[in-house]
């Protein structure tokens, strides 16, 4: 296996559902069933929104500051990568009463038990607002040396970055990184406004940047990274299947694209099954691959 760096990976995104039913019953949360089988036969998803209405469901589960230990260190162990950017939501678990100290917690202490060197990227969502975003960071501060960066996820149409200038502003004035969701589902003008207006230094997705010639050279120019994620784009319809996946032409385009899992426990893969996938159904060729596995450690953020 050829070492690679994982760049868009949401934590919550790899609760697979063994774990759901193990926390459940843990925690004694009510589940519309404990059969595992038939949770997975739900991820039969249409579109982004019908993705996340089942992610922010099952995290119901996860309570304590071992909850979210026991997450993370299943990730690390499982992740086959030698280097982590971890995505979080912690609106997510604010909403349900969960405090940032239980999230940070337990997911610091997993990150600083594991082998693998790994580092957190506080992410906001993007359809909860702008002011309860920048609530969310000033009350992160305190924990500011548990991540390197913050970036903007969930429903993506209708939320566009430059509703978020102003906390992206202060995140940028605390020495944080930059990263935002763009160009998943939302146009080439969501990816312009993340690079201009947020300061992104990498954008997540980014599928539909190749729809806009002047986008896809500053991006080249620039060597601004994409974190692409085959399998999700596949699952939640952005492509109709992997072999009608832009990614060859993005490469071909010279833009520093890496290759993603996104959220494995709901799409059928991790980093490595994005590759053999791209490799088994795409032909990608070996050379191909290594580039993107090279390209994944040079758009890492050092930490
Ligand atoms: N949250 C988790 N996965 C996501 C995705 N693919 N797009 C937007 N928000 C997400
Ligand atoms: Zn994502």
């Known amino acids: 296996m050829r070492p690679k760096a994982e760049l868009h990976l949401h934590i919550e995104g790899t609760l ?18 404990f059969d595992v089988e038939a949770i997975r036969a739900r991820y039969d998803f249409v579109n982004l929104q019908s993705f996340l209405d089942i992610y922010y469901e099952n995290m119901a589960v996860l309570r304590t500051e071992q909850d979210f230990y026991d997450l993370a260190a299943a990730y690390l162990e499982r992740s086959g990568v030698q280097h982590a950017e971890i995505f979080f939501d912690p609106q997510a678990h604010l909403v349900r009463g969960v405090p940032l100290e239980v999230v940070f917690g337990g997911l610091s202490a997993a990150l600083k038990d594991s082998d693998v060197p790994a580092a957190l990227i506080m992410c906001f969502l993007r359809d909860r607002g702008a002011e309860e975003a920048e609530a969310v960071l000033r009350a992160a501060l305190p924990y500011r040396e548990h991540f390197i960066g913050v970036g903007l996820d969930s429903a993506e149409v209708g939320y566009p970055p430059s509703l978020f200038r102003r906390v992206f502003d202060i995140a940028a004035g605390e020495g944080l990184h930059r990263v935002a969701h763009a160009g998943e589902e939302g ?42 994620c085959p399998l999700s784009n596949v699952r939640l319809r952005a492509v109709p299947t992997l072999r009608d996946h832009i990614l060859p032409a993005m ?35 070996e050379d191909q ?6 390209n994944s450690f040079e758009a890492r953020f050092d930490f």
């Open 187 to 228: 146009g080439p003008d969501y990816v312009w406004e993340a690079l201009d207006i947020l300061r992104v230094e990498r954008v997540d997705h980014g599928i539909r940047a190749m729809e806009d010639p002047a986008l896809v050279a500053r991006m080249r120019e620039e060597r601004i990274p994409l974190t692409v």
């Open 251 to 285: 490469l071909d385009e010279g833009l520093l694209v890496t290759v993603n899992s996104d959220d494995p426990a709901y799409f059928g893969g991790y980093v490595e099954d994005n590759y053999r996938m791209l490799r088994d159904e795409l032909g990608m060729t």
């Open 16 to 33: 697979e559902p063994e774990l759901v039913v193990e926390l459940a019953r843990r925690n004694g949360v009510e589940l519309p069933t």
């Open 289 to 294: 691959l290594d580039l993107l596995a090279r």
